[in-house]
């Protein structure tokens, strides 16, 4: 298969069960045969070895896959299955083999729609071309000179980018064995024997606390970190306890990943790296100037590149919100650009996007989910630091009637994805608004 060539010779292990690459091959194949003509099919993305085939039976297929958060609540899943127009894909039978002749996607049909949230309303849908995505797996193997000779472990969720294009796509582009480790903890970490690791900064910070397994991985390769920025303390202690420190790279979902560091050049603390190959990128100022890449000069990173999604799925003005008549994309992203071309991420410009563990949370739609409560009048939410996470969302509620935390919290999470609730309920008598009425969230504390 184009997108995956080397299918058929990569070993693939997720949370301790393995497929040969011809098991998976085969699988995929009876999967390809069953799903093929559905035009779209929904995958409830576990991480587990079903998802892996589901997944590539469906590219193999040329169907669109739109995978699924295994834990998104009933208003999420529905959301996603009516924009996406997707079918419910049949169960996986990892132990079903068939030769299975690989059909194109039509023209134009994008080979995955991932979910995403954005500052307000419901997830919107990105869709990702078969190009695109071979495009930047081919840049980043590259760069970071992964090779059929790696092993990559990693534990992410198999529903985003980080996890499912880079974490499985990759390996099976590469010729890579991949060991899924089912979840991103220090131990199943340390156990995995690999040469190279993703993770986001949660899971470095975590496994930099726990020295026998951070020790464990004095003898990988590569290891990389994603999808937030690494804290300094962070990356401090892993090169102190695991004898190396992770390079970084940059991405989002709409453009996939376009800036990295390499394993050959210095780790910089703070830094993301280099534009990839064939991207380009700048800063622009607030009356859409563009600003000096000084080292110093903050403003919005803008890029262009190979691998930029086709657009939101059914959003053509959303779409055209982000994406310039030049093609460059609108990252919402502050960041400042030295002058031998390192970046670095300073911030988001929307306090209303929040990244939890690398997750991407859309503050409106969580408070959607809160008024959704009887007992609530009115919900501002914030993401507010924290060590571990990064950002924890923290909601601010005025309430109709005395209601709980845990209550609210609960609510949430029965509507909506398990890591978009609330770590914390305020609840307070009234929340500070200017003289618009708009709610002035830079207020509250
Ligand atoms: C979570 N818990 C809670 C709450 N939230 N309990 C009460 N109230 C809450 N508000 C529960 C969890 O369900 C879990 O329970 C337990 O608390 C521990 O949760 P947590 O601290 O969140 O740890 P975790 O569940 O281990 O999650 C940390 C994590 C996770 C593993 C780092 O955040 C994660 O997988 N992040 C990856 C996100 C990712 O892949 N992003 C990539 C986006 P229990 O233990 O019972 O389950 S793609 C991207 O960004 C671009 C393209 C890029 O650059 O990569
Ligand atoms: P998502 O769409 O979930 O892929 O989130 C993309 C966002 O993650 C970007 O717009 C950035 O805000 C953030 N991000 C990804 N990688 C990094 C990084 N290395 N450093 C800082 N922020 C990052």
């Known amino acids: 298969m184009d997108l995956l060539p080397r299918l058929g010779d990569t070993p693939v292990s997720v949370a301790g069960r393995a497929l040969t690459g011809e098991e998976l091959a085969g699988a995929a194949g009876a999967y390809a045969a069953r799903v093929a003509g559905l035009g779209t099919v929904a995958v409830t993305a576990e991480a587990t070895l079903e998802t892996v085939v589901a997944v590539v039976g469906a590219l193999r297929a040329g169907v669109t896959v739109v995978p699924v958060p295994p834990d998104a609540g009933p208003m999420e899943r529905e959301h996603i299955r009516r924009d996406s127009g997707a079918a419910t894909g049949p169960p996986v039978d990892v132990a079903a083999r068939a030769d299975y002749r690989d059909a194109p996607a039509e023209a134009g049909r994008p080979a995955m729609v991932l979910y995403t949230s954005g500052t307000t309303g419901l997830p919107k849908g990105v869709m990702l071309s078969g190009a695109a995505i071979a495009a930047d797996l081919d840049l980043l193997a590259a760069a970071w000179e992964w090779t059929e000779d790696d092993v990559l472990a990693h534990g992410l969720p198999l529903f985003h980018v980080h996890g499912l294009v880079l974490g499985v796509l990759g390996p099976l582009r590469v010729g890579s064995p991949l060991v899924h480790t089912g979840r991103p903890t220090p131990a199943a970490y340390a156990e995995a024997g690999a040469s190279l690791y993703f993770g986001v900064p949660t899971v470095w910070s975590r496994l930099a606390a726990d020295q026998a397994a951070a020790s464990a991985l004095r003898s990988a390769r590569l290891l990389v970190s994603g999808s937030a920025g690494l804290p300094v303390p962070v990356f401090e202690q892993m090169r102190a306890r695991a004898g190396q420190a992770p390079i970084e790279r940059y991405g989002m979902t709409e453009t996939l990943i376009t800036i990295s560091g390499t394993p050959s050049a210095d780790r910089r603390p703070g830094w993301v790296g280099l534009p990839l190959p064939g991207v380009a990128t700048r800063l622009v100022g607030d009356d859409g100037q563009a600003l000096p890449m000084d080292g110093e000069t ?35 992203d502050v960041a400042c650009i030295g002058a031998d071309g390192w970046h670095r991420i300073v911030g988001r410009q929307s306090t209303d996007l929040i990244k939890s563990g690398g997750y991407r949370i859309g503050a409106g739609e969580v408070e959607a989910a809160l008024l959704a409560h009887p007992a609530v009048a009115e919900a501002a939410v914030v993401g507010r630091p924290d060590e571990d996470l990064g950002q924890v969302v923290v909601a601010y509620v005025v309430a109709r009637r005395p209601v709980g935390g845990a209550e609210l919290t609960d609510f949430v999470s029965g509507s909506l994805s398990v890591h978009k609730r609330p770590r914390r309920v305020v609840l307070v008598d009234e929340l500070p608004r200017n003289a618009m009425g708009k709610v002035q969230k830079k207020l509250l504390d």
């Open 298 to 332: 903050v403003g919005e990173l803008e890029v262009r590149t190979p691998t930029l999604m086709t657009g939101y799925l059914n959003r053509p003005d959303d779409t055209a919100a982000v994406i310039t008549a030049d093609g460059w994309m609108r990252t919402g």
